[in-house]
């Protein structure tokens, strides 16, 4: 007795021939029309200012099998808890999807003292491949050497994350 199952108007189909007639999930096409796990990483790492396994950075890399739907805007990133161990990575645009992103504690010392205070005067530097901007701001938080903190160019601009490199000056990496 031959095996067949029941088809569209009464047809009938060998179980050997429904594979090929299934389309395949994994073709390249639809690759490229998904999110790259490594732009999350990329993005994660920039607003963090460590690398994947290190202290500060993300704990691993994003599962490569992860799919997002496109992202044709640039990833909204910001952290998710008050302890910062975790971050959120979004895609603002209509695809709208949101993931969450472990972070390696820090382990502070007291040998790392503050440098910066909340609401201290301080240069505010971006620096990208060529180029360097400065403008004057406000510590939003306080901090050591190598700490990432808030800090704002106005009262009522929103803050933003940048490195203190020294007292009285954090930088921010552009690209």
Known sequence: METTLSWLNGWRLSPLALPMLLPLCDSAAEARQMTDPAIIDRAVAEFTGAAIGTPGGARLASDPRLQLAPCDSPLAVSWHTAARTAVKVECPNAAGWRIFVAITPVAHTAAAAPVIKRGDALVIVVRGRGFSVQQPGE?????????????????????????IERPGLVSIPAG
Do not use: H, L, N, Q
Not at 140 to 157: C, L, M, N, P, Y
């Open 139 to 163: 510590a939003v938080e306080a901090g050591a050497v190598g700490d990432w903190i808030d800090v704002r160019t106005s009262r009522k601009a929103e803050p933003v994350r940048a490195r």
